[in-house]
Nanobody
């Protein structure tokens, strides 16, 4: 069955960095575009970034552009989200998702606080 497992979340101070990982299994990872969503307390889930199946084409929400980088390693069936210059407003549960499918991971908490 399809599994998406996020890792790498945690508590960091403003200005610090984190790298999230999403390990995929149960489907042909290299055939699908992927994306990261996040959901902050009391807010709707929002699309943070997405990339195509080969990883050569990416898109970002304006709120993270220039600070976050989405990437993937199809040989490892893994997607990443490098998050730099983190700010308190980045605090959320981050989810990986297959872009065109309703396949979600369980989420990983990112908290940015001093």
């Amino acid at each position: 069955q399809v599994q998406l497992v996020e890792s790498g979340g945690g508590l960091v101070q403003p200005g610090e960095s984190l790298r999230l990982s999403c390990a995929a299994s149960g489907f042909t990872f290299s055939a699908y575009a992927m994306c990261w969503y996040r959901q902050a307390p009391g807010k709707e889930r929002e699309l943070v970034a997405n990339l195509n199946s080969a990883g050569g084409s990416t898109n970002y929400a304006d709120s993270v552009k220039g600070r976050f980088t989405i990437s993937r390693d199809n040989a490892k069936n893994t997607m990443y989200l490098q998050m730099n210059s983190l700010a308190p407003e980045d605090t959320a549960v981050y989810y990986c998702k297959v872009f065109a499918k309703n396949w979600w991971g369980q989420g990983t908490q990112v908290t940015v606080s001093s």
